[in-house]
């Protein structure tokens, strides 16, 4: 594995002890092994760790964590843009692989989003769900569905409806995947109600209707 400093914090405190004092930096040094350690354990507790893209091959499913941000690493079946929604299939050596999730099936609803660009056949890491994510020109309070567009969000539900969550503001979109919203075509297209469960990311469960036409 590759040496890690990349903490979700800034620490301020270097990887090995700055003195000339051969001495001092021999006391020194179990302890700025020991904070960096501890930072490091923090950071992998509450899925914030950020790995090194040349050591995804070597975590995959082993590196999920239960609490938090759950980070997830698997090859691309095919180049996957930087905040795609993608769901995982086999990939025919006892693990899976990413694809663009599309809302044109059950079968194909999202499980997850990456955050970076991934090329065909490259790993790349992608969080599962219940995170709050940076982007750009978001509707504020809107609910956003999985798109019939592989990968992409859409304010107006398709015909067969994922919630993948909500804006709450132009910049900040809260990543929630909903199955079973119904499809827009049948009786429970009129309205719904789903519980959103945020967690320690809010500290609360909120409830959200949607009318199963738009948003």
């Known amino acids: 594995m590759a040496n890690q400093t990349r903490y979700s914090f800034l620490l301020r405190l270097a990887q ?47 590196n999920l964590n239960s609490i938090g941000l759950n980070r997830f690493y698997a090859k691309a079946s095919a180049a996957i843009p930087a905040g795609a929604l993608v769901y995982f299939i086999p990939d025919g050596s006892g693990s899976v692989k990413a694809a663009l999730a599309t809302a044109t099936a059950t079968t194909t609803f999202a499980q997850g989003i990456s955050l970076a660009a991934v090329a065909s056949g490259d790993w790349g890491e992608y969080i599962l769900s219940d995170t709050l994510l940076e982007t750009s020109g ?16 859409t304010l107006t539900a398709p015909t067969k409806i994922q919630v993948a969550g909500f804006a709450i503001s132009a910049t900040q979109f809260f990543v929630h995947l909903v199955s079973g919203g119904g499809s ?26 949607y009318d199963g036409g738009g948003a």
């Open 184 to 209: 827009s075509g049948s009786s429970s297209s009129a309205g719904g109600q789903f519980d959103m469960d945020c967690g320690d990311a809010f500290g609360a469960s909120v409830d959200f209707t």
């Open 138 to 153: 978001l509707t504020p309070g809107s609910i956003y569905y999985l798109s019939e567009t592989p990968g992409e969000l």
């Open 16 to 62: 090995t002890p700055q003195t000339n004092d051969p001495h001092l930096a021999k006391s020194l040094l179990p302890i700025h092994m020991s904070i960096h350690q501890l930072a490091q354990q923090l950071d992998q507790y509450v899925g914030r760790f950020l790995e090194y893209p040349a050591d995804y091959s070597q975590l995959g499913v082993s």
